[in-house]
Structures are given as C-alpha cells and as structure tokens.
C-alpha cells in the first residue's frame, strides 16, 4: 500500500519552524546562512541548525536543509564543512543543484540522504533517474510539469521519492533560473540574492507589430512579469495517484501567519477534516496572488498576474496566543494588528477550535485594567474567549459586514 504523502512546510527562521510543525506538517525545509537560495530569509545559523533538528526529531518530524545555490570554485571548501556538519547533526536530507556539489556530498558526507532541488529543472524522466542513479533519494520536480509528465517519471523511476510544488509563488522564469534580478539590481538569483523584480509594475513601449497588445496595461502601468500563484489544493488526490511522494508548499520569505494559514487548510485537506471548497476559502484569508494550477493539464497562458502584485487576505491577523486557556477564560495574546472591544475575532488553530468566532466582549492589560482599544504594537493583553486556546493558535479579525 502506497504510504501518504508528506506534507512539506517553509521555515525561514525558528518562528516559522515551529509554526509549521504545530500546525501539521510532516517535514520543514530550510537553509544555514550560505549555499541557500534564500539569502533575504533570517536563516539559520550553525548552532541553529542543530537545534531545529532537535527540535522537530522530538517531534518525529523532519528537517531538509537547502545547500541548492550553483556553486563556483571557491565555494567548495566551505561546503565541504556545511555538508559534513548536516551529516553530523543528522539533517534529513541536504536539497543539492549543482552535480558537483552532489559529487562533494557523497564524499564528506556519505549518510546524507541527497535530494534534487527544482532548481536542477528535472522536466523529463531520463533525467529524474539520472539523478537517482547519482545517489539522490529524491527530486524536486520542475513546476512546469503536468499530472501526466510526472506519472511517466514514476513509472519509469517506481523507487525515486518526487517532490511537488502544490502551493505559493511560481517564478516568470523556467524553475527559477532567473537573470532579471542581476540585470536590474546587480543581485545574483542563481545565488540566493533575488530581490523579486518580475513583481514590480513596468510601463511597456511596444515596438512590434502594429496594433499589438502586449499586456492589459492602463495608466498605471501592468506587471507583465509577476506570475500568478499556484494553489493545486483541488488536486492532491490526482497528484497522489500520479505519484507525488510530497507535497511542497513554497514560502520561505512568508510570514509565520501565511505559512499557519497554508499549512493548516492542506493537512485539513489530507486528513478529511475539509473539502476542497472549504480549502479554497480557507487559502483566500492570506494574502496571495490570484490562484492558478499552472501545468498540472499541460500548457497554459494565463498565468501571469496583470492587475497588481497580490491580493489581501480575507482575514485580518491579529494577535498571537502566548498562554492558552480553557473555554471562557483568559488567554495572554500578543497584538499584531489593532482590534477593539466588539470587534469579532476568528480562531486559526491545529485544534477544534479553528474557525470559531467570538465578539471580543473584555480584555485586560498585564497591569490588570481593562482595556478598550487595543493600539500598541506587540502589546500583550488578557482576552477573555468562550472557547479553548492553546499557545501557538492565532487570532484573526474578519471584516466588518462580512
């Protein structure tokens, strides 16, 4: 019997770690200070890369660590100890690109189990089990692949573990090969240095053929290249069937409330705790760019994202719970947008409190006096709730009139 799939979280920092762990994933990817592809994310030093393994093995969850950069000559020594330390400290696995860096691995750190990042562009499946045969336990799928390309690649490599991208940014460019953030900023992509330019507005000067449309560009200009974001939640049935091994959600850069959102509504989704329909609405209360399947049935020319650079969410975030507390008592929440006595507030949470609503009816400040309008930043506060909160879960404001 086919074992399920992994659900596979970002944690740009030790927040987030934790953050995706309590809310269901299975496995965390992340990246040290050097070699990842993520250089604007927080990161994790060397001592907090142990301690992240520690902490998610306690839990009998997983750790990969992405060294997925294209190396240069003078990069090898240092990765020479970064690889043997992910040895050392029992990483799950180090994501690789470059061939070199795999060969390197295998030699300084022979028990570290390899995988391939998307980075390495594996759209076909002569080059999956090339990889396979080099070692690599598992490849990180190109995003431009269907539900029908990557069940070929299973077939034909039945023993290869793939990993599928099912949520967040896609890049303009093929599997984030990208040159644009060199030529405007002098920021090397292919480094970890990429300062996302394809999501800036442009203003186009057309010169091909008369009467050409090039983009829906009005008076403020259009972002041409800012590509829509992928959400395949309808699809994970079919991916499983397809053979996806793990289900990869993108985010490193997101917020800790992003990654509690995604995560919550896909291991909802895995477990049977919410449909497809409630999914997509969940998904809707973060904000994103508007949602595409991208190639899951082939090709599609609708995937960039014209109008802006991306939508707000549907919910407001509002605090985080510090101390949880039992149903009507008061829990230590932490404010990160204001909220007033009345407003109605929604409980984000790994429990069976998520989704309830509650009026926000009294709450107090550490020194014990009520308070009104809650309007300083990080200010913690005694809210009073009529149902269970366990620290970790998050509050969120929904909208008036809604």
Known sequence: ?????????????????????????????????????????????????????????????????????????????????????????????????????????????????????TQANTTNKYAAKFWQEQGAERVVLARELSLAEIKEIKDFCPDLELEVFVHGAMCISYSGRCLLSNYLAGRDSNRGECVQACRWKYFLRAEGKEGEIYAEEDGRGTYIFNSKDLNLSARLDELAAAGADSFKIEGRMKSAYYVATVVNAYRRLMDGKMTAEEAARELDTAAHRDYTEAYA??????????????????????????????????????????????????????????GRRFVVEEMRGEDGESVADAKLVQQKLRVFCPYELCAGDILRRIPKGE
């Open 297 to 354: 049935f082939g090709n599609n020319d609708k995937t960039v994202n014209y109008a802006d650079s991306q939508t707000a969410g549907t919910r407001i975030y509002t605090a985080n719970v510090l101390e949880g507390a039992h149903a009507g008592g008061a829990a230590l929440i932490e404010m990160r947008n204001r909220f007033r006595l009345g407003d109605e507030l929604e409980i984000l949470s790994p429990s069976d409190s998520f």
């Open 1 to 117: 019997m086919k074992k399920r799939a992994e659900l596979l979280a970002p944690a740009g920092n030790f927040e987030k770690l934790k953050t995706a762990l309590c809310f269901g994933a299975d496995a965390v990817y992340l990246g040290g200070k050097s070699f990842s592809l993520r250089s604007f994310s927080d990161n994790f030093g060397k001592e907090e890369l142990k301690e992240a393994v520690e902490y998610a093995h306690a839990r009998g969850k997983k750790v990969y660590v992405t060294a997925n950069i294209f190396a240069k000559n003078a990069d090898f020594a240092a990765l020479s100890d970064h690889l043997a330390y992910l040895q050392e400290i029992g990483a799950d696995a180090a994501l690789v690109t470059d061939a070199g860096v795999l060969a390197l691995a295998k030699k300084v750190a022979p028990k570290l189990p390899l995988h391939i990042s």
